[in-house]
């Protein structure tokens, strides 16, 4: 019997690599998206798509009644900024949701959803690389979110017998990737390429980060999905992976690689370092591949490669 899957926010950039996976891993695939940042051209054509905001009513109807085995949960509140400016609004996207998502799966029996944390938020300015346990203390409301949602999934396992995954990503790129508003900035660079343009780096560009393939992405939800969980024991940690390369790329470095990718002869400038900005991030992923089977498969030149083709092709 196949299982059925519902992914939130399968309209996006990662959601609708993520509902990819699973349909080609043989899943029926319902996607619930309010598209207010996701595309219809992402939407898979073989999954069954709601247009539904994930607080509503609708959508925990949806949840409770729809047999889901499993709940792929990427729709959110995305940009630091917004959660800067407006932390109200901030809290009820992305854990008022996610209540009324888990409520509704509850009801309905789903054994497992599959959170999407980051870990670039929830550890914030702690030196990496960092693993599982590293002391965590978010600097924007995003990041407290993310946490806060993680405690929840962790309350929801203890107390009805959820079991609840979090991935805590690195900087994902990839095809999809939206280059507007603050997006990654190798969908920045993909888009300032393909117009000829110069490049702009802020500050001394040492600022670095861990870049991972949205492909390997979507295949650790579907891992996630699947794998035998290790046994609560009482922490927030228990049932959450770093999904990353624990490489640290420079933007400098990016910024030379992509030139490189779309052979392209074009200027660097630099800009004023922006405050706020974190200095450095990377996750080691060793628990994810001792536990999940997961491990990134894609090369950063690689994986720049297939976006800028992307963007040369199809972006936005």
């Not at 660079?189 to 110069?198: D, K, Q, S, Y």
């Not at 492909?215 to 940690?237: F, K, M, Q, S, Y």
């Not at 779309?262 to 922006?274: G, L, S």
Request: contains cysteine; glycine residues 10%.
């Amino acid at each position: 019997m196949k299982r059925r899957v519902l992914v939130t926010g399968g309209a996006g950039f990662i959601g609708s690599h993520v509902a990819d996976a699973f349909l080609a891993a043989g899943c029926d695939v319902v996607v619930i998206d309010n598209l207010s940042r996701g595309r219809e051209a992402n939407l898979p054509k073989a999954a069954e798509f709601r247009r539904l905001d994930v607080g509503s009513p609708e959508a925990r109807a949806l949840a409770a009644g729809g047999r889901f085995d499993v709940i792929a949960h990427l729709a959110a509140q995305v940009d630091v900024r917004v959660s800067v400016a407006d932390p109200v609004l901030d809290a009820r996207e992305n854990l008022m949701a996610l209540l009324n998502l888990l409520e509704g799966a509850r009801a309905g029996g789903t054994r497992r959803v599959v959170f999407s944390s980051s870990g670039g938020v929830v550890y914030g300015e702690r030196k990496p690389p960092h693993v599982e346990t590293t002391p965590k203390l978010p600097v924007s409301p995003y990041g407290v979110s993310k946490l806060a949602a993680e405690f929840y999934l962790a309350c929801y396992a203890q107390l009805f017998g959820l079991e609840a995954v979090a991935l805590r990503y690195a900087n994902v790129y990839g095809p999809r990737q939206d280059p507007h508003g603050e997006a990654g900035v190798v969908a920045i660079f993909g888009n300032r390429l393909r117009a000829r343009a110069p490049l702009t780096v802020y500050g001394d560009g040492g600022q670095t980060r861990d870049y991972v393939y949205v492909g390997d992405v979507a295949r650790a939800n579907v891992l996630a999905a699947e794998a035998t969980l290790p046994p609560l024991d009482g922490t927030v940690d228990a049932r959450a992976f770093n999904i990353g390369t624990g490489v640290e790329t420079s933007v400098t470095a990016l910024a030379e690689a992509m030139i490189g990718v779309a052979r392209a002869d074009v200027k660097v400038e630099r800009a004023p370092a922006r405050t706020g900005e974190l200095l450095a991030s990377a996750l080691v992923a060793a628990k994810a591949e001792r536990v999940l089977g997961w491990k990134p498969q894609v090369p950063l030149v690689e994986g720049l490669r297939r976006t800028y083709d992307w963007i040369r092709g199809d972006g936005a």
